[in-house]
């Protein structure tokens, strides 16, 4: 059964939660990760290291599985037709992605607005496609953009706005080492980029304390 298969059986709602794996590809990916630690100086066979392989490959299929996923689609599911035209803001998102340079993890948190022109959607499905996108190899960049322009295109609105805040241990693991430096992208469409006013309002609201 291909990984495309077990996605399918596991969809609700276009959301997919993924419990299980492509076990040819787990031993395709293992079988490279045995000959890597051997090239590191380490011995795969000793006790510690025996199923390293094998859980590395998993823990790769599961922090990349957002190739399978339609981030489109994930919204599509949950729209509403609702006569609602006031921001909706949902902030403080957990972010988890890979870098694709080095393949080491970055993470924060995603702030993202839309504003309604005709339709909303779940709420939920705004966290969910962060994931979907944010579950593949990743520049922060991009994954802003992406998240921005699926919303823009699917659901409409009259603007979206999505800011994003993340540590990347590629510069604090290696490299410079700046263990407390944050990188903050920004990607804005329609009223969000036209009035100055929509704009800061939701920079006033994804900084604001609800205690």
């Known amino acids: 059964?291909?990984?495309?298969?077990?996605?399918?059986?596991?969809?609700?709602?276009?959301?997919?939660?993924?419990?299980?794996?492509n076990d040819s590809k787990i031993e395709a990916i293992a079988t490279h990760y045995k000959d890597v630690l051997t090239q590191l100086g380490e011995d795969p066979e000793r006790e510690g290291l025996v199923k390293t392989p094998e859980r590395v490959a998993k823990?790769?299929?599961?922090?990349?599985?957002?190739y399978d996923l339609n981030p489109a689609e994930i919204l599509k599911s949950a729209m509403f037709k609702e006569d609602y035209s006031q921001m909706v803001v949902v902030k403080d998102i957990e972010v988890y992605s890979m870098c694709e340079h080095h393949m080491l993890p970055f993470f924060g948190k995603a702030h993202i607005a839309y504003i309604p022109n005709g339709h909303i959607v779940g709420l939920s499905k705004i966290p969910r496609i962060v994931d979907a996108f944010a579950r593949r190899l990743q520049v922060q960049e991009r994954l802003t953009n992406e998240i921005r322009d699926c919303i823009q295109n699917t659901l409409n609105p009259?603007?979206?706005?999505?800011?994003?805040?993340?540590?990347?241990?590629?510069?604090?693991?290696?490299?410079?080492?700046?263990?407390?430096?944050v990188t903050t992208t920004s990607a804005f469409t329609g009223t969000f980029l036209s009035n100055d006013k929509t704009r800061a309002e939701f920079l006033r609201l994804i900084t604001a304390s609800l205690d």
């Open 1 to 21: 059964m291909s990984t495309k298969d077990v996605l399918k059986d596991e969809s609700i709602d276009g959301y997919v939660k993924i419990d299980r794996y």
């Open 59 to 66: 823990a790769l299929q599961y922090l990349t599985h957002g």
């Open 158 to 181: 009259m603007g979206v706005a999505v800011v994003m805040e993340c540590k990347h241990l590629c510069m604090s693991m290696r490299g410079v080492q700046k263990q407390n430096s």
